[in-house]
């Protein structure tokens, strides 16, 4: 394209791009909400084709506020309701197409804070074996697989934990770099380890007379869990002299 004398054909290309965001800027507009987010996550949700940033002739990524705002959206629902990428890439599909659909909700509410309108669906605390399998999207012999190393257990009546589902994706997720599910063996016992310290910290609390020390006991387990959670991963990244976003 041509340009006139004053430089218009170039402040109009300008104009066009001023609303789109480079990835360090849209990581840092979704921090606030998302604190565990990072690059390498934005980048594995594109490959999954969950967003399409623009690219510029040089190969940067430009994301434009719909871009951002779609981001959003399929990492609240991997949040609070535990669904994997095929699931939510169908329910954005259909929702472009202008279809009202329902998404199969089978995580936890988080404490203290509604589900959003577009989840009308109860939350399950609890989930059976075939609806583990579709919402993880993982087949029956994954599934076998997984539980003979232990990283997935079904309580007594045979139903899932609804956090079972986030297990199975991550699992999913790092067999994606080759790790396979022999090699977390170390990790479960790492964290059985971690829940039996947590869980002999509070046991006299859960024992006492008092009902409202019994109460305090689920608030004191979580507050815990977190802190080891925290530690196990700074000593992660102390080990491989790495610092996570």
Request: zero cysteines; hydrophobic letters at 40%; aromatic letters at 4%.
């Amino acid at each position: 394209m041509l340009q006139t004398p004053s430089g218009g054909a170039r402040d109009g290309a300008a104009a066009a791009d001023s609303g789109l965001m480079s990835i360090g800027t849209v990581l840092n507009a979704l921090r606030d909400e998302f604190p565990e987010v990072t690059i390498s996550k934005i980048r594995f949700l594109e490959s999954e084709g969950l967003i399409e940033p623009r690219r510029t002739p040089s190969g940067y990524r430009k994301f434009s506020p719909e871009d951002v705002e779609r981001l959003a959206h399929v990492l609240r629902m991997q949040r609070d309701h535990y669904l994997p990428l095929k699931v939510i890439r169908e329910h954005l599909d259909a929702m472009e197409r202008g279809e009202a659909v329902a998404l199969p909700v089978v995580g936890r509410q988080r404490d203290g804070e509604a589900l959003p309108d577009t989840f009308e669906a109860p939350t399950a605390v609890r989930i059976g074996r075939a609806e583990l399998l579709v919402a993880a999207d993982i087949g029956e012999r994954e599934l076998e697989e997984w539980e003979s190393y232990g990283l997935i257990a079904a309580l007594p009546d045979g139903a899932y934990d609804a956090e079972t589902v986030t297990v199975a994706a991550l699992v999913v997720e790092l067999g994606r770099f080759g790790i396979e599910p022999r090699h977390l063996r170390a990790m479960k016992a790492a964290a059985d380890r971690e829940a039996g310290l947590v869980d002999q910290v509070v046991a006299p609390l859960r024992r006492h007379r008092n009902p409202q020390t019994r109460a305090h006991a689920e608030a004191r387990t979580k507050e815990l869990a977190g802190l080891t959670v925290k530690l196990h991963a700074a000593l992660v990244q102390t080990a491989l002299g790495v610092r996570l976003p």
